[in-house]
């Protein structure tokens, strides 16, 4: 059920309030016993015999007594105080957080929603069209293509909702193997390469580059990079994917021309379910799985992944993994 924003502000008000209402509470507790204790010090004072040859020990006793009670107020009222404070800020950030979680997964929820209707829709229209009219072989190839690439989209989305579950439950098994890295990453390039002929490609990879790993989860993960680099940059723009090799280990480079990302946004995106909030990103497709997944897949290789400005504009996604003879 959403949360609206009218209950948000409910929530909060009440929560204000009751802790005011607390503080308020524990300041008229100390002010209550600091008057008590004046007046049955007073009390007592006035019940001495000021002919006692002990009047002066007896006042100087009740003045300590009232200065101890006063301290052991004072004392106790900053306990409570701490203790009062540290339980509002822990319950604070716990219910932010529950909200902040709750609004994601609604976000994911309207996302997922239409990453997945969009290409049922169009995959049952293609489909339609095939069975009721007679169309020439280039029109069926074309459909049928569309087709299938709206199917990977779905399977592609339906893997990252597997994996992200499996991965966060503890249940996948990783089959680690010696895996020529520098074929994986050319096998994904040419495969964007086909599924979208009208985009500028430039691969620079450095051949025979051998690392341990999955080949599923690596594979997955270079996928949902440059999938996010189609994603959020121009038609007309150049995506540019480089393989090095270094001293023990490879660096491989994602470079796009897009809308590039804020410095406060760049640990923010490997977030689950996080998407950029500015409008123009928030049009484009996307469940905030993607990033999270890969910065997941990279951890768990002992590996690095990291996002630098490509300067004019875009970004550059930069992954280090140690290599293996």
């Excluded at 503080?23 to 006035?46: C, D, P, S, Y």
């Excluded at 599923?216 to 993960?221: D, K, P």
């Excluded at 021309?257 to 996307?286: P, V």
């Amino acid at each position: 059920m959403p949360i609206k924003s009218g209950k948000i502000r409910t929530i909060l008000f009440i929560y204000w309030f009751l802790l005011l209402y607390i503080l308020a509470a524990l300041i008229w507790w100390f002010i209550a016993l600091n008057q008590q204790n004046i007046r049955m010090n007073e009390f007592k004072i006035q019940r001495l015999d000021k002919k006692n040859i002990n009047y002066s020990q007896q006042y100087t006793a009740i003045i300590n007594e009232e200065k101890r009670k006063k301290a052991q107020y004072a004392g106790e009222g900053f306990i409570f105080l701490l203790l009062i404070s540290a339980g509002a800020i822990f319950l604070f950030r716990t219910v932010n957080k529950q909200l902040k979680t709750s609004i994601q997964q609604q976000n994911f929820m309207m996302a997922i929603t239409h990453e997945l209707k969009t290409p049922i829709a169009v995959t049952k229209l293609n489909l339609e069209t095939l069975q009721k009219r007679k169309l020439d072989e280039i029109q069926q190839e074309k459909l049928i293509g569309n087709t299938l690439q709206e199917t990977n989209r779905m399977n592609a989305l339906c893997n990252n909702l597997l994996l992200s579950s499996q991965m966060e439950a503890g249940g996948y098994k990783y089959t680690m193997e010696k895996t020529n890295f520098s074929e994986l990453i050319n096998n994904c390039v040419n495969d964007f390469i086909s599924r979208y002929p009208q985009r500028n490609f430039l691969k620079k990879i450095n051949e025979n580059i051998f690392i341990s790993g999955d080949l599923f989860l690596l594979q997955m993960a270079v996928n949902n990079l440059i999938d996010n680099a189609v994603k959020y940059s121009g038609k007309e723009t150049m995506l540019e994917i480089t393989l090095t090799d270094k001293h023990n280990s490879c660096e491989l480079c994602i470079i796009d021309q897009g809308l590039g990302i804020d410095n406060s946004e760049k640990k923010k995106i490997f977030e689950k379910y996080y998407r950029t909030g500015s409008e123009a990103t928030q049009k484009s497709k996307g469940t905030g799985l993607g990033l999270f997944l890969v910065k997941k897949i990279i951890d768990n290789h002992k590996g690095e992944i990291k996002v630098v400005d490509n300067l004019p504009k875009g970004s550059t996604f930069i992954i280090e993994l140690k290599t293996v003879a």
